[in-house]
């Protein structure tokens, strides 16, 4: 389900001729700023510590990058977030209130937290089920359709809808209570440039124009660098920064990584890691190597015989800075068929 529906369910509580006159989207008189506070939240799933005692708020009228790795622990602390998961200790709170205990959940807190829609319903069908189900006035379909630019497409079957749609339905999912707080699980997943710029901007809007609570998670500090006023970077389960992105950048120091690309990427990083470099894969199938430069990288490939296809230092100081902050937090899996 693309938002947490557990205590969407609440609205049913009220009539749709109650919400009808409670919901006015785009100015929204009657929403007022909600913070979001996360404190000492904690989860393991067996040995695994997904999340270790994290604490961090998010201001409402501002975008909150939620940084980290993948496995970093952020879609963990999400779902606890939402109620999803039972946490082993900590709470998170909504202007003050635990997520099971909102009086009117889908009013306070929209979430897209994985985008799965039935193939053969149209999009504004999709959307007028979640109406149903949360109380809501069936009219809320075609405004949050029209707010995130599928008016044209609401009609037309979402398994025929490309991923920046599915997108973009997913975001018209979580809107449809007006909520004060969107929460959104790496919602540029599989967007073009184009798509990526919209969301940007549409991001943008619902906080600063509409003084909406936004917490945007993702594991690529150029898209969140771009997107939000205040970061919070997690490794390994734990709060590793938490500013915004001007702080940030002026502790930003030093040289990038090495970045290195090898049709043998999964026994290089074996060779480098053996060789006591810190290895991580970047997005774009290449190796990053923390600390070091690309003449002592390449003497390590030479020696153990491995092809490289290209080998150079990255200097953007923030990518460095986020490198080295979470640098050893993320399993290395080496590509399928790159071993040799
Ligand atoms: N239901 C589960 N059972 C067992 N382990 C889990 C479960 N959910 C998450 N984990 C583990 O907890 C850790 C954190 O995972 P989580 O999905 O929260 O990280 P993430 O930062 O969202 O990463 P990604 O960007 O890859 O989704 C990982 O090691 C993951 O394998």
Redesign the pocket.
């Known amino acids: 389900m693309p938002w947490g529906p557990p205590g969407a369910l609440g609205w049913s509580r009220r009539t749709a001729d109650d919400e009808e006159s409670a919901i006015h989207p785009g100015s929204s008189p009657d929403r007022g700023p909600v913070r979001v506070e996360v404190r000492g939240l904690s989860k393991s799933?067996?040995a695994?510590r997904?999340v270790d005692d994290l604490s961090f708020s998010v201001e409402p009228g501002s975008i909150t990058g939620f940084l980290?790795p993948?496995?970093?622990?952020?879609?963990?602390t999400l779902r606890m977030a939402l109620g999803l998961e039972q946490p082993d200790a900590g709470t998170a709170t909504f202007g003050g209130v635990p997520y099971a205990a909102l009086p009117a959940p889908v009013r306070t807190v929209g979430a897209v937290l994985e985008t799965a829609f039935h193939p053969a319903r149209s999009g504004r069908n999709h959307l007028r089920v979640y109406c149903r189900a949360a109380g809501l006035p069936p009219g809320r379909a075609d405004e949050v359709l029209a707010q995130v630019g599928l008016a044209d497409a609401g009609r037309r079957r979402a398994g025929g809808y490309s991923l920046g749609m599915r997108q973009r339905l997913a975001l018209a999912t979580a809107l449809l209570g007006d909520p004060a707080v969107l929460v959104l699980d790496?919602p540029a997943n599989g967007l073009d440039p184009e798509g990526i710029q919209w969301l940007r901007g549409f991001l943008r809007h619902l906080a600063h124009d509409e003084g909406r609570t936004v917490l945007v998670s993702s594991?690529l500090l150029a898209e969140m660098e771009q997107t939000a006023d205040r970061v919070v970077i997690v490794g390994a389960g734990r709060l590793v920064r938490e500013g915004s992105i001007a702080e940030l950048r002026s502790g930003a120091q030093g040289s990038g990584p090495v970045l290195v690309r090898s049709p043998q990427a999964g026994r290089l990083a074996e060779v480098l890691s053996a060789a006591g470099f810190s290895v991580a894969p970047d997005d774009d199938g290449r190796i990053a190597v923390a600390g070091t430069t690309p003449a002592a990288v390449g003497a390590q490939a030479f020696r153990a015989g491995l092809e490289l296809h290209e080998l150079r230092a990255e200097s953007s100081g923030l990518e460095e800075l986020y490198f080295r902050l979470t640098a050893g937090q993320e399993q290395y899996a080496a590509p399928e068929g790159s071993r040799p």
């Open positions: 799933f067996g695994v997904a980290g993948n496995g970093a622990g952020k879609t963990t790496e594991h």
